[in-house]
């Protein structure tokens, strides 16, 4: 039995199993970090497995399961809204194996010290181009399907536009800049434009879908509250790529402009949780999966914590001043990127691959726990970095005491953080378990009231 | 609110923010060789900019504030540690920081490559960025005042400067030589012979661990009156 409409819609099956092997793998590196703050490791292995490649991959592995539950997110959401096959199944796999082989080649690489030095955008330079080829072929593939379609919708056009968007902004992030301010002004070109500008977009487009999908509120409601949403998330997220350019030697301008636009990016989120929270309420469908629903709810507030909130405090300028570089950066990096996009990609997830199994009601009981586990753990694990940055921020900043002599105090800190990371990580496996071994449940499933999107 | 409206509000958002970001994108660059001081940008700095990344530092250094924030901020770094400072921990962390509870890593820079990375890092150290890091702004200050007006020195920055780099003093500089109030009160030497231990240890100590200074009498002088009045100073206060 199948729940799918269109078979080209399996492709994605492939990115989310890739994606969870990559994301377990991350929470490891992560442990390992914060080993490194919690003990003194002996010189010898600080010589052959540094911090910072260490932290190369943690961070690398996340762009790379993230991007790869975009892309199979793309591919499994976009048959069904153009009522048609992908363009081509052959393109989408032969794009996956390039992409994971340039990840395999980057992450070995890394291990013998081949790397751009860029923070975050580590890769050299030439597997950069292996991954802009990987990113063409899946542009115009999806631009192909959406271009053959024989309906149009806006959700198409805007999933269209911030994969584009995102892809784009990543040359940016190529080129050596011979002068260090102009390198890091194009380097949040990439990293800023894409947390807080595509992927945004690509976030709204896919949450709309699910949203209608599940609840079957009218798709014009939905599609109204998409362009509002991602008109906002451009609108305060462009500009607020200056809270930023604070410090590194640019216009008094990006003050106020910086700290005003990115104190308004906020805004969207919190209409993105009215918004789901209207949807939920309004639904004609009856709950099939209650662990979708928790998925979705909990990126809604997630996100509007980590990234909303944690980064308007962070980034008003008098506040920035002192806060800028320290734990507290740590903190609020963790709680946005897991609030607003690790729970993104589970929710896709969590709706995809059962009906990819020919699941419609699955048993939920271990992901109920995976989800409490790994949110709660994460949170915990925020307000732990939180207080190793205000200590930090106080020790340094204000008392004027060392750097080293600072850190020092957060040998603690990390060790706590160490043992709840370890319990994140246990909510992790048990998450990626069981989405790998997904099983029906006893139970009957009440039959969905809404059609299939063909016929919406 | 209609669909109308709301893809007004997409097209209004996204056009104006794209066309304000684009406008200062261009003024940023007008700007900048004002802010990072571009004639300065010599052949030296472009090279220690690659040795940077060609070890990654970044991933552990933060520098502008952005990178690992697992080590120090580099920004303000040729200010806070000086060019010898800087070369002797760059080519032997494992010596530097053998009683740390931090390590850094042994990275084989050469000799070159180190000259290059402090001509880099000077250069970061002059762009003007509203002083930040703000910890960092008392090195600039002393450093400055020491090129302007060297005879004014105010004691701790001097001692700091020029022995900070291996010896501590109420919780600033690192700790490879000891701390200067318990080195202050332990030795028995006369004015005299500390100047003479500063400038040439082995003559004074034979088999002593540190360098030479490459510092004037005078300096040696305003130095060892510093060290000598740390100990009068926990006598009375005992």
């Known amino acids: 039995m199948m729940l799918i409409e269109y078979q080209s819609q399996r492709v994605s099956l492939w990115y989310f199993r890739l994606a969870l092997v990559l994301f377990i793998l991350q929470v490891i590196l992560g442990l390992w970090l914060s080993i490194n703050y919690a003990f003194t490791l002996p010189q010898e292995l600080v010589n052959v497995f540094p911090f910072s490649t260490a932290r190369a991959l943690h961070t690398n592995l996340l762009v790379a399961w993230m991007l790869l539950g975009f892309m199979g997110g793309t591919y499994y959401i976009l048959p069904p809204e153009c009522s048609r096959d992908l363009f081509s199944e052959k393109i989408a796999y032969l794009q996956l194996i390039i992409f994971v082989g340039a990840a395999v080649t980057a992450v070995v690489g890394f291990l013998f010290g081949w790397t751009q030095g860029k923070p975050l955008l580590e890769i050299p330079l030439p597997l950069d181009w292996v991954i802009v080829v990987a990113a063409l072929m899946f542009i115009a593939n999806v631009a192909m399907t959406i271009i053959k379609a024989e309906v149009r919708t806006a959700l198409q056009w805007m999933l269209l536009g911030g994969v584009t968007f995102l892809a784009l902004m990543y040359l940016f992030g190529m080129p050596f800049y011979q002068n260090l301010n102009t390198d890091y002004y194009y380097w949040w070109w990439v990293i800023h434009l894409w947390v807080e500008g595509a992927w945004e977009v690509v976030t709204a487009s896919i949450v709309a879908y699910i949203i209608m999908r599940v609840t079957g509120v009218d798709r014009k409601v939905v599609e109204k509250w998409l362009y509002v949403e991602t008109g906002l998330f451009l609108f305060t997220g462009i500009v607020g790529t200056g809270h930023h350019y604070y410090w590194i030697g640019a216009p008094d301008y990006w003050i106020w402009w910086g700290g005003i636009f990115s104190a308004l990016e906020p805004l969207p989120i919190v209409l993105m949780v009215v918004d789901t929270w209207m949807h939920v309420r309004e639904r004609k469908n009856p709950i099939v999966n209650p662990l979708t629903w928790y998925y979705i709810i909990g990126l809604a507030i997630y996100h509007l914590v980590g990234a909303g909130l944690w980064g308007f405090m962070h980034t008003l300028p008098p506040i920035n001043y002192y806060t800028h570089g320290s734990q507290v950066t740590v903190s609020h990096g963790h709680l946005a990127f897991f609030g607003a996009y690790a729970l993104l990609n589970l929710t896709i997830f969590y709706f995809a691959m059962p009906r990819l199994k020919g699941i419609n009601k699955y048993d939920d009981r271990l992901g109920k726990w995976g989800f409490w586990i790994t949110t709660i753990g994460m949170f915990i694990l925020g307000l732990v970095f939180g207080i190793a940055g205000i200590l930090q921020t106080y020790l340094e900043r204000f008392l004027d005491i060392g750097y080293s002599t600072a850190h020092l105090t957060m040998m603690f800190w990390f060790r706590v953080a160490f043992g709840v990371g370890l319990v994140f990580l246990a909510g992790v496996v048990i998450t990626v378990y069981h989405l790998f071994t997904i099983r029906p449940s006893n139970l009957p499933a009440p039959e969905p009231v809404v059609a299939p999107a063909a016929d919406i | ?238």
Request: one cysteine or more; proline letters at 5%.
């Open chain 2, 1 to 238: 609110m209609t669909g109308k409206t709301a893809r007004l509000i997409f097209w209004l958002g996204t056009l104006s923010s794209a066309a304000i970001f684009l406008w200062q994108t261009y003024d940023f660059h007008k700007q900048t060789p004002k802010f990072t001081h571009t004639d300065k940008l010599t052949e030296q700095v472009v090279a220690g900019k690659k040795v940077w990344h060609k070890y990654n530092c970044n991933d552990c250094h933060t520098i502008l504030g952005f990178g690992g924030y697992y080590a120090p901020d580099m920004t303000k770094a040729f200010y806070r540690l000086g060019e010898n400072n800087i070369a002797s921990i760059v080519q032997h962390p494992e010596v530097m920081y053998k009683n740390s509870f931090r390590k850094m890593p042994h990275l084989g820079v050469s000799e070159t490559e180190t000259k290059q990375l402090v001509s880099f890092l000077r250069w970061v150290g002059e762009i003007e960025n509203r002083h930040w890091p703000p910890q960092d702004e008392k090195f600039v200050e002393a450093y400055k005042l020491r090129e302007s007006q060297p005879q004014k020195l105010d004691k701790v920055h001097l001692v700091l400067q020029a022995c900070g780099g291996c010896h501590t003093f109420e919780n600033q500089g690192r700790n490879v030589g000891g701390d200067l109030t318990a080195i202050a009160n332990r030795i028995t030497y006369d004015r005299q012979t500390l100047i003479n231990y500063m400038i040439n240890p082995q003559s004074v100590r034979p088999g002593v661990a540190m360098p030479p200074q490459d510092v004037s009498p005078q300096t040696a002088g305003i130095i060892a009156d510093f060290i000598l009045s740390l100990k009068s100073t926990k006598e009375v206060s005992k």
